[in-house]
Structures are given as C-alpha cells and as structure tokens.
C-alpha cells in the first residue's frame, strides 16, 4: 500500500474510528475503556497515523477477508448466480479476472460501493473506477444494490479462496482431462482383456499338466505298440487344426458373427440414432444453451415459426463473441474460427470484409420424401425440444437422439394428446369428438396417421 495510490486522509480517519469503536465494544464497562481513551488522545498525533496505515495495509488486505469454508461457499453460490456471466476467477471475461482484485481496488469498501453501484461510482469521477471502465470498452456492470457488505465480502473470500488454487488447478484439469472421458471404460476394458488372457494362459497350463499327468499314468499301462505311439505322438498345431472339433468350432464362430452384423445392417439401413458428427467449430450446447442458459429460440429462430429450425448464422454469434474472445475449455483458438467466418479481427476489433462461411454437419436430416414441419410441433402442439432430440443443452457435441423412423413418428401421433387449449380452431372438432365418446383427443384423431400429410 505504499505505492503512489495511497489511502485518502478521509478513508484513513473512517477506518481509525471504526477500529477505535471496534476496541471499544472489547473492554466496555471497565476502567481500561477510560485508560485507552487517554492512551489514544496522548499518541493520536503521531502513533495513530503510522498505526492506522499499519492496519490498513494489514487488517483490510488480509484479515478482512474471511477464510471461514461457510462463508466460502456462500460467497461461491453467491459469484455462480450473479457474477460468472462476466467474471471468472483467473480469466479475464466481460469483466476482469477477480483474482487478486482485493489487492488492486482502493480499499475493501471501494469494492462494497462499486458492487451496490458502479455507474455511481464511476459518476463520482473516482479515478480507478474510471480506469477499469475505460479498459474494459465501457461496458457497464451490472449493479447489486441490494448486496450487504457480508455478502460482498463472501464473494471476495470465494474468490481469494478460489485464487488460491492456482497451482493445484492445472495438475488437477491435466489429470482430470486424462482420466475423464473415454478413458475410464477404455481402462476397465484392458483390466477385463488382461485378466481373461491371463485366465487363458492359466487353463492352458493346467490342461498341459493334465495331458502329462495322463501320458505318464498311461505309459504305465502295459499298451500295444501302436497305443504306445498314439499316446506318445506331440501336440502339434497341424494336429489340433484338422480335428473336427477345432473346424466345427471356427465355421460356428464365423457364422455367428456374420449373420448377427447382416441382421444389425438390415435394420439399420436409413437409420441414423446416435449420429454424431465432429463438427468444424468445437460449438458446445452445454456451454451455451446449459450452463449460460441461452434459450434455443435464441439461436434457433425457425423453430417456432416454419419448417426448418435454422442453424444461427456467424453474425448471431457475434452478438456475444465480438466481447467474449476466449473460452474457457479451448482458449481462443475455436472462437477465432468465427472471427475467420465474419472477417473480424479481435486485436483491432474491425471488421476486414473477408467472409467464409462455416459448414455445420448437418445431423438430423429426413428423406426428401417425408415432410415434417417444426412449428407445428413447437409452437401449435407445445412439444419441447427436448422430447424429440434429447438432453442437447447437456450435449458439448450434438448427436442424434430419435430414430427418426416413420413407426417413431406414427407412434407419438398415436400416443399424443393434441394441445387444444386456447386454440379456437380446435374448439368445434373437440366438441364433436366428445360427443362421440373419446375424452382425449389424439393426433391420429386429428388424421396424424394420414399418408399425405407426411408424405408428398
Ligand atoms: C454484466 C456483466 C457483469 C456482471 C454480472 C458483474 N460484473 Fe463486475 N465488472 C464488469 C465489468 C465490465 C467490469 C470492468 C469495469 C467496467 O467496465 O465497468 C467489472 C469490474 C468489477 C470489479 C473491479 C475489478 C477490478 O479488477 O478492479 C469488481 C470487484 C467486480 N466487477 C465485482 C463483481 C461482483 C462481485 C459481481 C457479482 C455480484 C459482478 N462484478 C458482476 C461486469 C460485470
Ligand atoms: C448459441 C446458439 C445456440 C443455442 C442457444 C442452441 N443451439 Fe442448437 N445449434 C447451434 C449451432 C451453431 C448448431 C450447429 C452445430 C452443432 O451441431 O453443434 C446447432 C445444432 C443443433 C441441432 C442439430 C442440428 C442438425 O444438424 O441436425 C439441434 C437438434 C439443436 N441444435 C437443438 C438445440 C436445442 C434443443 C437447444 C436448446 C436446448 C439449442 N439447440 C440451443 C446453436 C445453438
Ligand atoms: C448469448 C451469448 C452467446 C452467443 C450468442 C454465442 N456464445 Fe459462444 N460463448 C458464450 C459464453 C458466455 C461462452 C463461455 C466463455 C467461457 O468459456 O468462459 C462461450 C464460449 C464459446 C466457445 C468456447 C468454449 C470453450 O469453453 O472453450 C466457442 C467455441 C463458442 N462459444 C462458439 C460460439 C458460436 C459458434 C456461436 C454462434 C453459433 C456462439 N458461440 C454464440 C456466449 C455466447
Ligand atoms: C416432434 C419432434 C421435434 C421437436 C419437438 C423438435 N424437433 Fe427439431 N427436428 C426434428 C426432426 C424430425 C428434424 C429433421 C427435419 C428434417 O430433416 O426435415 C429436426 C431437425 C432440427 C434441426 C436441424 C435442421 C433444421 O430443421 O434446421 C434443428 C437445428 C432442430 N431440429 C432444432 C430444434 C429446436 C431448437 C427445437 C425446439 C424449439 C426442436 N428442434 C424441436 C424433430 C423435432
Ligand atoms: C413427440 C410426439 C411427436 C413426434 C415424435 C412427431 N409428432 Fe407430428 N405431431 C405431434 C402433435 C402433438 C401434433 C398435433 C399438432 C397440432 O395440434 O396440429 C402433430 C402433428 C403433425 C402433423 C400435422 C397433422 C395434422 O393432421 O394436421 C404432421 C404432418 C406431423 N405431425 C408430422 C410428423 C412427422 C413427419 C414426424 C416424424 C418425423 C412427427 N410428426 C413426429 C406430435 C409428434
Ligand atoms: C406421421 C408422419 C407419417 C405418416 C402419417 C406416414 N408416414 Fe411414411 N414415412 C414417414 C417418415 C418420417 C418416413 C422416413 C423414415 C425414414 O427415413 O426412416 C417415411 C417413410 C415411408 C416410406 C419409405 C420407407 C423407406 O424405408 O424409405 C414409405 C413407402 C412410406 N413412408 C409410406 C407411407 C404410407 C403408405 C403411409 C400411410 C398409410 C405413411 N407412410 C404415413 C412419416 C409418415
């Protein structure tokens, strides 16, 4: 705290009596109260100044900020909900990487009133405020007005704690990434081939033990001389191969494998479950549409309004990215990727006018044959994305989740009440299909199953 920034007089006097008030509550009520006051009216002049900065750099730095695990994890929920859309600990974001921040900022309670109203304190022509605000492009943080200075001081404890992790973390993501993934079940795959290879070679041992113990028993034996011969012939692999047993087994083995992989091809032929594509930028939903909660229709806007859903194009993506340059998982390296889409250059923040478009896999994708329209599924019958292509928002790369298959199709339109609610076009049909009967009106009612309607 030496360095030229300083604390103002003014903090300096606040800090002194909030201490001083501090000292009071400990000894109130005894003779030491009055021994102290005079204490500090003798050294006021010149000890307290020295003492106070002491403190200051001190106390506020260090102590204020509260180690206690409670509070850390308060302070954690409380930066998951309200400051990771702009802040990460060690990264810088919209905002600032916040570790640290307790040692940059004026004073602890510069923090508490830029928190409650940053716009105010930038008003107020404070000077560092107004240096992080011109650094960051003048973008206006959002203000907490209703955040108490515990709760403040939680986030800044989350965040010191979380800071504190530097060194353990990249260990700890190397191993996590090396481990994670795939390679759990590829690990236990290997334990299972080991242990039966050793299980094999084990028999195999066992079973030559066997034939010696029996060659020696049999030798024994009084045997003619051409029993002799049979038992003493070696097993050779031309002897094993031409038995009928080793070729019986083989043709079975052969077999089976066949017709099980031509059975699993014929019903699979068009079928597409599962499909997932690497895709040319490493787009993840989980990110997006999970994590940072990004509605689909944000992104997807043909969904509720026609036929096709619609990929968002690259400008769409500019919305957030021409602020936000790296990520978390990949860095820069799959965000500049848009930048090479819309010709944008993140040093200078300009746009160059050399564009290229990025070509997406397509995943989901019917036979020309078939029509299938999304709006009348999302926006008039109120069928969540979800139900047709799964957990996408849990998804860092999109795979198909339907089949896809007519039977797939018929059977919801089979199963299916129609959203009839609030719809008047439906008003008439649903009176006539009660009086005949039905309570629930299906889409087979509403001639779902009808070839034309899915079909050209
Ligand atoms: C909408 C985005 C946004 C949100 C949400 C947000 N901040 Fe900020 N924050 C910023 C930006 C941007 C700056 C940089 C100054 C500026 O441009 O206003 C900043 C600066 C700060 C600073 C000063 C950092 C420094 O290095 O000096 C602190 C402290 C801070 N924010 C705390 C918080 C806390 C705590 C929360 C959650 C309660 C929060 N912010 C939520 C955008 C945000
Ligand atoms: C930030 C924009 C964004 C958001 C939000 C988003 N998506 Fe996507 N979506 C994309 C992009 C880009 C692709 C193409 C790349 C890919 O397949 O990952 C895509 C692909 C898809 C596909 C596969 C398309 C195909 O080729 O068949 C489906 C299905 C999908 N999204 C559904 C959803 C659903 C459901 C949600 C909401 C839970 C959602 N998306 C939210 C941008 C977005
Ligand atoms: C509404 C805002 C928003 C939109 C729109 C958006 N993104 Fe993002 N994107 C984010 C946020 C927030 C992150 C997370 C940054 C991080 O990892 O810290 C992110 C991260 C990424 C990452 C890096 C992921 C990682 O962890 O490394 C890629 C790649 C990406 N987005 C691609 C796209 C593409 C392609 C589009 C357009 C189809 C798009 N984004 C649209 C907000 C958005
Ligand atoms: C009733 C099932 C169903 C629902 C609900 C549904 N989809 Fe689809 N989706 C499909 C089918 C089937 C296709 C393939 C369409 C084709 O090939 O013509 C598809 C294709 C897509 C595609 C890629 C091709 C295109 O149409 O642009 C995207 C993106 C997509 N869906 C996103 C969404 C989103 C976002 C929602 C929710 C708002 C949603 N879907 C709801 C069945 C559904
Ligand atoms: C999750 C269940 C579900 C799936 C899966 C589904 N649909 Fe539907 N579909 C509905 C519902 C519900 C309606 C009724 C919408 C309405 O009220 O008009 C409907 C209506 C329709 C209609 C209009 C029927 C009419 O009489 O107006 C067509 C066409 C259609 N679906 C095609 C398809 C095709 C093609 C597929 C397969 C690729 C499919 N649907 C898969 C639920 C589904
Ligand atoms: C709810 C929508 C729907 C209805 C109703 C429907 N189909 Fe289909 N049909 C499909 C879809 C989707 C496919 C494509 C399936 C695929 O690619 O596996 C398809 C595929 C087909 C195929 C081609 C099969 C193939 O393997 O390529 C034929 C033939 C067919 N339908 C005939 C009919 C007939 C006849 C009817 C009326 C009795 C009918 N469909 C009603 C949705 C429908």
Excluded at 428 to 445: I, P, R
Aim: aromatic letters at 8%; hydrophobic letters at 40%; a positive charge.
């Amino acid at each position: 705290m030496s360095d030229g920034r300083g604390p103002k007089p003014k903090n300096m006097f606040e800090i002194m009596t909030s201490e001083c008030r501090f000292v009071h509550l400990r000894i109130k009520g005894g003779i030491l109260n009055h021994m102290m006051k005079r204490f500090i009216s003798c050294f006021s002049p010149c000890v307290l100044p020295a003492l106070v900065s002491l403190l200051l750099s001190v106390s506020l730095q260090a102590q204020d900020i509260p180690t206690d695990p409670a509070v850390i994890s308060a302070g954690e929920a409380l930066f998951n909900g309200n400051c990771k859309t702009c802040h990460r600990v060690k990264t810088k974001l919209i905002g600032p990487a916040l570790a640290g921040v307790e040692t940059r900022v004026p004073s602890v309670k510069w923090v508490f009133d830029w928190v409650r109203n940053p716009a105010k304190v930038i008003a107020s022509g404070d000077e560092y405020a107004n240096k992080i605000y011109g650094e960051y492009n003048k973008s206006q943080m959002t203000a907490f007005s209703s955040y108490k200075d515990e709760q403040i001081l939680s986030i800044l404890a989350y965040v010191k704690a979380e800071a504190a992790k530097v060194e353990a973390a990249p260990v700890a993501a190397a191993g996590g990434a090396a481990g994670g993934g795939s390679a759990v079940p590829t690990a236990y795959l290997d334990t299972i081939l080991v242990g039966m290879i050793i299980i094999l070679v084990l028999l195999v041992i066992i079973l030559a033990l066997i034939v010696n113990a029996l060659r020696r028993f049999l030798n024994q034996r009084d045997l003619s001389e051409e029993d002799r011969e049979v038992v003493n012939s070696p097993i050779t692999f031309a002897s094993v191969s031409r038995s009928p047993g080793f070729i019986f087994l083989v043709i079975f083995i052969v077999g089976t494998i066949t017709f099980k992989s031509v059975i699993d091809g014929l019903y699979s032929i068009g079928v597409q479950r599962n499909y997932q594509p690497k895709q040319p930028i490493a787009f993840s939903h989980k990110i997006h549409a999970g994590q940072y909660e990004i509605e689909c229709k944000y992104c997807h806007t043909g969904a509720m309004k026609g036929k096709q859903a619609n990929i968002p194009s690259p400008n769409m993506c500019m919305n957030c990215h021409s602020q936000i340059k790296e990520g978390t998982n990949t860095g820069a390296g799959e965000i500049a990727k848009i930048y090479a889409a819309v010709g944008f250059d993140p040093m200078t923040s300009t746009y160059t006018g050399v564009t290229k478009p990025i070509e997406w896999v397509r995943i989901h994708n019917l036979p020309d044959l078939a029509y299938f329209n999304h709006s009348q599924h999302v926006n008039v019958a109120g069928v969540v994305c979800q139900t047709c292509h799964g957990p996408i928002e849990e998804m860092d790369v999109v795979k198909q989740y339907s089949v896809l298959t007519m039977g797939w199709c018929i059977d919801c339109h089979r199963k299916t009440d129609v959203n009839t609610k609030g719809n008047a076009y439906y008003d008439k049909l649903v009176e006539l299909h009660s009086t005949a009967g039905k309570k629930a009106m299906k889409v087979e009612d509403i001639g779902g199953l009808e070839c034309a309607k899915c079909h050209y």
